[in-house]
Each structure stands twice: as structure tokens, then as C-alpha cells.
């Protein structure tokens, strides 16, 4: 990717990125390291031969096959917090497209939510949709209309809709949130 195409994408800066972020849950036990033998069956049984009922190791290895049957279930079900984190991991491999597509579902399992609608607006805005993304930016206005950060999205977006005079106004209210953001006041030096 050339540096000009990595200019313009939007990414949250550094300063004002949300603490606590985390990475999915690892699906081996704690204190195991995975392996080829510790394979589960959907039904929670020992995928590698012997008694179906009883792993190669003995019941220590029964409750580390439990263990992971039950987390690979909550890893099925799809709550908010997990499609989210699936949407995030996307994004950071920037694949935009398909952040998008798992973030528009927890957007609808929880409607309005900032921490959701602010990465679905840059997955939009980074995979083209700046229609979509200028929408998703509107509506973070409506949950903060003090944040800085929608401000600037929205005004990105609005720049590649060729709608300047709206860009202009929200990139300079961006500038006004946080006057220390270099990112915003290029953006807007860059907006003419």
C-alpha cells in the first residue's frame, strides 16, 4: 500500500485510542500450550481415538477437553461484545469490508453504542463506503456531540462525498475538540 493511499485512511489516533482493549480470549486451557492431540468434537468428546468418553490422558485431559468445548460454545454465540472483538481483528489485518459486515450485526444487537459505531464508521470509510460512513459518524455525533474523533471521520467522509463546505465545518470543529491533534489540523490544511 502507498503511503498516500495510507494517509487516508482513518485510523484513531494514538493519543485518544480507548485503553482496555482486548484481544479475543485463547481457546487452549490455562497454562497448556495447544497442540494436535487436544482436537474436540463438537459434541464435547475426544476427537483422537481411544474411548470416546475418556481422552488419551486421563481425566485431567477430560476436563481440558470440557473446557474447551465449552469455550468454543461461547465463541458460537454471538453476542455484541464478541462480534465486535471479531470486527476489530478484522480491521486491524484491514480487512474493511468484512469488519463492516461483522460490526453492522453488533450494531444491531446494540443500537446506538459509541464503541461500536465508531469502528463501523472507519470500517465503512476504509473499505470505500463513505456514504454509509458519513452515517455511521452522524449517528456517534448523536450518542457525543463533543467528540473529536466523529467530528473528523465525519468530515473525512463528507471530503470524499465532495461535499467540502460540510467537511470544512466538521473538521474544524474536530480542530476546535482537540487542538493538539496534528492528524486533525492536516486533515483540515489539506481540505484548503
Known amino acids: 500500500m502507498s503511503d498516500a493511499s495510507r494517509r487516508d485512511e482513518i485510523e484513531r489516533p494514538a493519543d485518544e485510542s480507548e485503553g482496555g482493549r482486548h484481544e479475543p480470549p485463547d ?19 475426544a476427537a483422537v481415538g481411544g474411548d470416546a468418553n475418556v481422552p488419551p490422558g486421563g481425566p485431567d485431559d477430560l476436563r481440558s477437553a470440557a473446557e474447551a468445548a465449552a469455550l468454543a460454545d461461547l465463541a458460537e454465540r454471538e453476542t455484541a461484545y464478541g462480534l465486535l472483538q471479531r470486527g476489530l481483528a478484522l480491521m486491524k489485518r484491514r480487512h474493511y469490508a468484512q469488519a463492516a459486515v461483522i460490526l453492522e450485526r453488533a450494531a444491531r444487537l446494540e443500537p446506538h453504542k459509541g464503541s461500536i459505531v465508531e469502528p463501523l464508521g472507519r470500517a465503512y470509510y476504509n473499505s470505500g463506503q463513505h456514504e454509509l460512513a458519513a452515517s455511521a459518524f452522524e ?4 450518542v457525543d456531540p463533543s467528540l473529536a474523533y466523529a467530528h473528523f471521520g465525519l468530515g473525512q467522509s463528507l471530503k470524499r462525498l465532495g461535499r467540502t463546505a460540510e467537511a ?21 490544511a489539506r481540505l484548503g
Open 139 to 142: 449517528e456517534l455525533l448523536i
Open 168 to 188: 470544512r465545518k466538521h473538521l474544524r470543529l474536530a480542530v476546535a475538540l482537540a487542538p493538539g491533534s496534528r492528524l486533525y489540523r492536516d486533515a483540515l
Open 27 to 45: 481457546r487452549t486451557a490455562p497454562g497448556e500450550a495447544p497442540s494436535s492431540g487436544d482436537a474436540v468434537a463438537s459434541g464435547g468428546e
